[in-house]
T-cell receptor
Framework: DTGVSQNPRHKITKRGQNVTFRCDPISEHNRLYWYRQTLGQGPEFLTYFQNEAQLEKSRLLSDRFSAERPKGSFSTLEIQRTEQGDSAMYLC??????????????FGEGSRLTVL | EDQVTQSPEALRLQEGESSSLNCSYTVSGLRGLFWYRQDPGKGPEFLFTLYSAGEEKEKERLKATLTKKESFLHITAPKPEDSATYLCAVRTSGTYKYIFGTGTRLKVLA
């Protein structure tokens, strides 16, 4: 068990470009979350998957953001036409079902996006 | 609207100087309160889960407590390696998301 893995760890892009982040959760975890965190702030919820189903998405999430989890394993988060305000750390977290779990999220190291 | 507020925003302690961090919450139905530690440039690391008022959890120099309106993270005789940002989060009824506070940045001086 190597924990939640996120790639790339750092991404620098120009405004208007598209970027994609990948998250590989802990293998037995069927629940996956994406969060965004800016400096000095707590993580802000973006979206939630249970297996391959996207069950919740933040109302604040622009339609430039899309996430998938096609086979219920890894997930991707794509940001289209990036803006400078998208610069942030994008965190992925996973957790198992409720049985035997305290409900805690296991976070990856994050993918830091800088939009120039 | 569900809300989580943490205080203070930042705290500087001398090594060995005990203190408490506060997390107050206003939610429609609490399904769990979580404490995390976050080091710079890293993802949050889970510390504790509390489910009901009166519950307490301990780990090394840290102790978390919960009332109906707030949670405290007590740090006893802190060491420099305890320096980090401490985040509080809640799960509530009717949503899958975890709502995080803005955190308390703790600096412990040797």
């Amino acid at each position: 068990d190597t924990g939640v893995s996120q790639n790339p760890r750092h991404k620098i892009t120009k405004r208007g470009q598209n970027v994609t982040f990948r998250c590989d959760p802990i293998s037995e975890h069927n629940r996956l979350y994406w969060y965004r965190q800016t400096l000095g702030q707590g993580p802000e919820f973006l979206t939630y998957f249970q297996n391959e189903a996207q069950l919740e998405k933040s109302r604040l999430l622009s339609d430039r953001f899309s996430a998938e989890r096609p086979k219920g394993s890894f997930s991707t988060l794509e940001i289209q036409r990036t803006e400078q305000g998208d610069s942030a750390m994008y965190l992925c977290a996973s957790r198992p079902g409720t049985s035997g779990s305290a409900g805690e999220l296991f976070f990856g190291e994050g993918s830091r996006l800088t939009v120039l | 609207e569900d809300q989580v507020t943490q205080s203070p925003e930042a705290l500087r302690l001398q090594e060995g100087e005990s203190s408490s961090l506060n997390c107050s919450y206003t939610v429609s139905g609490l399904r769990g309160l979580f404490w995390y530690r976050q080091d710079p440039g890293k993802g949050p690391e889970f510390l504790f889960t509390l489910y009901s008022a009166g519950e307490e959890k301990e780990k090394e120099r840290l102790k978390a407590t919960l009332t109906k309106k707030e949670s405290f993270l007590h740090i006893t005789a802190p060491k420099p390696e305890d320096s980090a940002t401490y985040l509080c989060a809640v799960r509530t009824s009717g949503t899958y998301k975890y709502i995080f506070g803005t955190g308390t940045r703790l600096k412990v001086l040797a």
